[in-house]
Each structure stands twice: as C-alpha cells, then as structure tokens.
C-alpha cells in the first residue's frame, strides 16, 4: 500500500490530530484513532458530543478504548456510567453477556455487564458510547446488553463514525474517518 501516506490528518472537535493509517490487508487500511492518553481530546469530544446528546439517565460503554470517553461524559453531565467488560470480573454476579465480532478483532469475544449494573439500568435511557462506530457490531452487542438488562437505548455516538456507519442514521459522531483503498 505504498501509495498511501503514513498519517491522515484530520480536525476533531476543534483539534488537530494526525492518525497513524494501519493496514486491514493489502487492499484496505484504517486511520487509527487512540484515545487513550489524549486528554485533551477527550475532554472536548465530550463536550461536543454532550452538546448532541438526547436526554439520558445513564452511558454505557464496551470496554476499553471507550471508557475515558465515558467516563468524561459522566463526569461532565454528572451520570453514571457502566462498562460492557471483554471478561467476567470475580465481583461480578448475575451476569448478563451477549457475543460481538467488531473490525479491530480477529475472533468473537464476548461482552459481560454486572447484574446489579443491569437494575440500575431497568427502565433507565441508556446512552451508548464509543470512540468509533465502524462495523456497528460492537454497538450491537452493547445494545442488545441494555435491552437484556431493561434498559431503553436513547442514543449511540462516538466520536468518529468509519465506513458503512458515516451513513447510519441511527448515531451521532463529530467526524467521519474515511477507509484508505490501496490503488
């Protein structure tokens, strides 16, 4: 994919950032957005993101690169948040699971939500959270979570949405991260 350039550089949320481009296989590769470490970003996606947001009692998250995303949202609008873990913790009890398959993994994993974090959510607008929608797979499994757990899903965002998702109407993001075609 030697016609391609090692970074895309793109403005999220009034921030410059230059994602490093990573190769899926030898026709496609991805702009990679990490949050992680990138406060500053986090802070401001979710602001903005807030700003969009339908009303909401709780966010909810698969683990992990969307959980600073979460977890700034809620310390900005002052709700709880939850996180769909990849692996049963031993406090865990009652625990609800669903299975997901997203782009950025190679096999099915399995998302876990804590039972007493389900009631917490029975009845409650659940907003979903991601640093990016691509496949909707992920977002699929979170969403079947809530609704297991009697949940009411109210929203799903992120801050980027690649691919198929930059159509969906069914999520708000701030930015669309195109797919780069090798030539």
Not at 49 to 78: H, N, W
């Amino acid at each position: 994919m030697s016609n391609l350039p090692e970074k895309y550089t793109m403005t999220i949320a009034g921030l410059e950032r230059h994602l490093p481009l990573c190769p899926l296989n030898e026709k496609m590769s991805i702009a990679a957005f990490v949050i992680f470490g990138d406060v500053e970003l986090t802070v401001a996606g979710s602001a903005e993101l807030l700003k969009k947001a339908p009303e909401f009692d709780v966010i909810i998250t698969a683990e992990a690169k969307g959980i600073p995303l979460a977890y700034e949202m809620a310390r900005q609008s002052g709700k709880p948040y939850f996180i769909a873990r990849k692996y049963p913790k031993l406090y865990m009890k009652d625990i609800i699971r669903v299975d997901v398959k997203s782009i950025t993994t190679d096999k099915v994993q399995t998302l876990y939500l804590d039972g007493e974090e389900g009631e917490t959510m029975r009845g409650k607008r659940v907003l979903i959270v991601d640093d990016v929608i691509s496949t909707g797979e992920s977002l699929s499994a979170v969403e079947e979570l809530v609704e297991t757990a009697g949940g009411i899903v109210c929203g799903r965002c992120a801050i980027l949405a690649e691919g198929d998702a930059i159509d969906r109407e069914d999520i708000f993001y701030l930015e669309p991260l195109p797919l780069f075609f090798a030539e």
